[in-house]
């Protein structure tokens, strides 16, 4: 029989309670983080406390949700805009890299071309392409990566 720790079950139910409304966290550079909701990232606003306030990366849009410990609260979103899942896959393939870069000590470059190396499958289509385009360029990622 397994004992799990408190911390482990509030981990749990968080992450149930986040995929049942669809929501989940990329960590970004300097680990700050990203909400995905339904393929829309959204950005922190501010955080107060355990409460967190995030709004639509697209500065145009109203959409909002708000979060304590890491759950959602309140979902608002009536975006103006479609979804970006070409950009939501971009930026959880940059923080895939960022992780290995971070927990391995593989040489940066090779983890940077290992990675866009998983995007070159028979299945390369329009969307793999759009992925591989917005993806930064290692020499461009190059700063972001050694921090
Ligand atoms: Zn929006």
């Known amino acids: ?47 107060r406390g355990d409460r967190s306030y995030w709004n639509c990366v697209n500065r145009d849009c109203t959409a909002k949700i708000n979060t304590r410990n890491g759950i959602p609260t309140k979902i608002m979103v009536n975006h103006n805009h479609p979804q970006d899942p070409v950009g939501v896959t971009a930026k959880q393939m940059m923080s895939n890299i960022r992780k290995r870069v971070r927990d391995t000590i593989e040489p940066i470059p090779a983890i940077y071309d290992d990675m866009l190396a998983t995007l070159r499958t028979p299945e390369w289509d329009e969307d793999t392409e759009a992925v591989a385009i917005k993806l930064p360029t290692f020499y461009s990622a190059r700063p972001a990566l050694y921090r």
């Open 1 to 47: 029989m397994y004992i799990y720790s408190t911390k482990d079950v509030e981990l749990y139910t968080c992450i149930m309670a986040n995929a049942q409304v669809g929501v989940r966290f990329i960590e970004n550079s300097r680990g700050s983080q990203t909400l995905v909701h339904n393929e829309y990232l959204f950005s922190l606003k501010t955080r």
